[in-house]
């Protein structure tokens, strides 16, 4: 298996984390078939090839990532861009979800998905349709168009994630 640039660069964030023996709780949550498991395999380093729908909910331990709301430092929102007629949904459950008092403190990722779909909205598109202005102020955000097929944008995500919480955690040498 050969290990690409993206890869590299996201073990070296784990590193740095680990040297600090800190540990960030990380939730990634959205609609079905957004690709949450895809990105949770493809930054492990292990075979998307074949998915088939998750029932329930996986843990995965990725140094810093652990799927459960106590003490959640991160939020990861994946938002499927190809999937125009389901937006409304996807607006309406992840306000729903921001409305939750245990993620009050939770810096928030938007991975727009999907983007080597021809046809995607663009992050830009998506922030708009998702309101995600409202939160000016009020939540740490940003929004990061990615491919979890190709691994492209993952490590800029995660990368302004880790930075995010460890901004208001503790200070990253």
């Not at 078939?33 to 090839?49: H, M, Q, R, Y």
């Not at 190709?150 to 990253?172: C, K, M, N, P």
């Amino acid at each position: 298996m050969t290990v690409s640039t993206s890869e590299m660069g996201l073990l070296s964030i784990i590193r740095k984390i680990k040297r600090k023996e800190k540990e960030m709780r990380i939730l990634m949550v959205g609609l079905d078939n957004s690709g949450k498991t895809t990105i949770v395999l493809k930054i492990n380093g292990e075979d998307s090839g074949v998915i088939s729908p998750t029932l329930g909910f996986n843990i995965k331990t990725i140094k810093y990532h652990k799927n459960y709301f106590e003490q959640t430092d991160g939020l990861v929102w994946v938002v499927d861009s190809s999937d125009i007629r389901r937006l409304d949904d996807c607006r309406a459950e992840l306000h729903n979800l921001l409305k939750e008092e245990r993620l009050a403190g939770a810096s928030l990722l938007v991975f727009a998905n999907k983007q080597d779909i021809q046809g995607a909205l663009k992050p830009s598109e998506i922030a708009k349709v998702l309101n995600l202005e409202a939160m000016d102020g009020s939540r740490h955000w940003q929004i990061v168009g990615c491919s979890a097929h190709t691994g492209e944008g993952l490590l800029q995500g995660f990368d302004w994630l880790v930075q995010d919480i460890a901004s208001r955690i503790y200070v990253l040498e």
